[in-house]
């Protein structure tokens, strides 16, 4: 159904903040502009929401549209609406973030981006329209939230060490964590399955191979577990 209205509107935009971890380096998928205002410059991946579909179907279609990337896990951030933070006039956007296993993603720029590619969070080209402002939003969220929530593993393989697994929130909260309180803590929590498999290819010496129970931190969460780093 149409409308008509006597007052001026503001426009709705989504725009996606994704992480993915590359070694000890986070990363965060940018896109290069194709088009005004900001040709040429990087920017966060997002665009104009259509009148048929919702915020999310919105962030999800510009994601694949503009980077070729689908995701699981897509989750609202923050609201972003001052009045000048779009050249083009009055443009609110819903911000999204998510995390990606860097491997199983194969970037391909379309539509109105020239080219997408990861960047680390700690050194990050100038960026477009107020997308710095939403980066830190985000990031900030990433290092408050993966403290109190499991989410950290969506950046990991599904078989991991546990090195790997404290190097994560190493990166992620920027500060060395002690090794044996890190893991006495982690393996409290029985979430962890221990495989019967090492680490190959390695120079040092292999290490064992964990996977993350899902199911069974749905099960504790449902009977009031909180996970907590």
Not at 97 to 112: G, Y
Not at 141 to 164: A, C, D, H, W
């Amino acid at each position: 159904m149409s409308h008509t209205y006597e007052y001026p509107r503001p426009a709705v935009t989504v725009d996606c903040v994704v992480f993915g971890l590359d070694d000890e380096d986070l990363k965060v998928l940018l896109i290069q502009r194709g088009v005004e205002p900001y040709a040429g410059r990087w920017a966060l991946p997002g665009g104009f929401v259509r009148m048929e579909e919702s915020l999310e179907d919105a962030a999800r279609r510009e994601l694949e549209e503009e980077a070729g990337l689908r995701t699981s896990h897509l989750e609202q951030l923050y609201t972003f609406g001052a009045p000048e933070r779009d050249p083009r006039g009055r443009v609110i956007t819903v911000a999204y973030f998510a995390l990606v296993k860097l491997s199983a993603h194969h970037l391909q720029a379309a539509t109105d981006a020239r080219e997408a590619a990861w960047f680390s969070v700690w050194d990050t080209p100038k960026l477009a329209f107020d997308h710095a402002d939403v980066l830190a939003t985000a990031l900030q969220r990433l290092k408050g939230k993966v403290r109190y929530q499991p989410i950290g593993f969506e950046l990991l393989p599904p078989k991991f060490t546990l090195s790997q697994l404290q190097r994560l929130y190493e990166t992620v909260l920027e500060r060395e964590l002690d090794k044996r309180n890190f893991r006495k803590k982690i393996l409290a929590m029985d979430l962890l399955e221990e495989l019967d498999e090492v680490e190959q290819d390695v120079s040092h010496r292999a290490a064992r191979l964990y996977r993350f129970d899902h199911k069974k931190y749905k099960q504790l969460e449902k009977a009031g577990f909180n996970f907590e780093l």
